[in-house]
């Protein structure tokens, strides 16, 4: 019998819940009170999320962010700077010591990103991970993704994009050098793409959703249940929520 | 004296220092590490930067004593090394 994993669809949180979220599930996955999670979610308003040893006010231009409506949020996670607005993101939480998952970072990336590779698929997109933390479809990213473990947890979250305007997140990044901003937007659309560029055409959440669902099950051999946060979590989230991550201690520490 | 430099790891990610540094001892006041990179426990990060105070504006002082931190508290860089970390620091005294 496939061991059963739980599924969680959390759509349209602030970029504080939905990273207060995470961690809530890293603690309780961690206590052993849920099984291992996978949980596909989305952003209202458009957030910018940035790595753990991001500079906030070198990496976002504040101005900017709160004339177009957008938040922002530190991860807990390294890795870059992302602007989240038409995508599906994914978080999985799992024991540092479960079977499935390689004791080696680097090659956890890559078993991880194998899940999103195979739900890619499901929706006629080839692709393949491209260490360190990124999966390209005919050279070009379409899903970042970055990890940490606590408390013997695993957590990785990532991005898959369903549409992309780059100009739109040059507009809300700043960049180190403005003298070759233009080189950089026309350099970053030549890298980056999404699944409506690669499909010519949209793909609603809900399947997007179910192509991952199926990837991640494929990948892991698991069953995927569509569950809900504990209590608990609830309850945890929202204290992570105002404790930390809305904070602006949490987010302006850098 | 306050500087900054911006570095691109070889194979890596883009590392960004900003260091406030004792000109006349040639030693770290303060750094803070930034920039896209991983690292293992996220919170040594913070250690490294304290035990990096006082510590001499030279590319051996430099290695040792991020070796020696890393050491210490079992810290895993990806994206980053300690080479590239040493290049940053030093790059912002030119």
Known sequence: MKEIWRLLKTEDNAGAVNMAIDKAVIVSNSNKKVPPTVRFFTWKPPTISIGYFQSLEEEIDLNNCKEFGVDYVRRITGGGAVFHEEELTYSIIIPESHPQIPKNIMESYGRICGAVIKGLKNLGIESEYKPINDIITSGKKISGNAQTRKMKTVLQHGTVLTDVDVDKMFSLLKVPNEKIKDKLIADVKERVTSIKHVLGREIPFDDVAKAMKKGFEEEFNVELMEGTLTDEEIDLAKKFEKECFSARDWNHRR | ?94
Do not use: R
Not at chain 2, 48 to 73: A, G, H, W
């Open chain 2, 1 to 94: 004296m306050q500087s900054k430099s911006v570095y691109k790891i070889p194979n890596g990610k883009l590392l960004k220092i900003s260091l406030i540094y004792n000109g006349k001892d040639n030693t770290i006041d303060q750094i803070s590490i930034m920039g896209d990179f991983f690292a293992y426990p996220e919170e040594a990060i913070e250690y490294m930067e304290n035990e990096l105070k006082n510590t001499f504006l030279d590319k051996n002082c430099l290695l040792e004593k991020i070796n020696s931190v890393i050491k210490e508290n079992n810290i895993e860089f990806i994206g980053l090394d300690v080479e590239g970390l040493t290049q940053g620091i030093l790059m912002c005294l030119k």
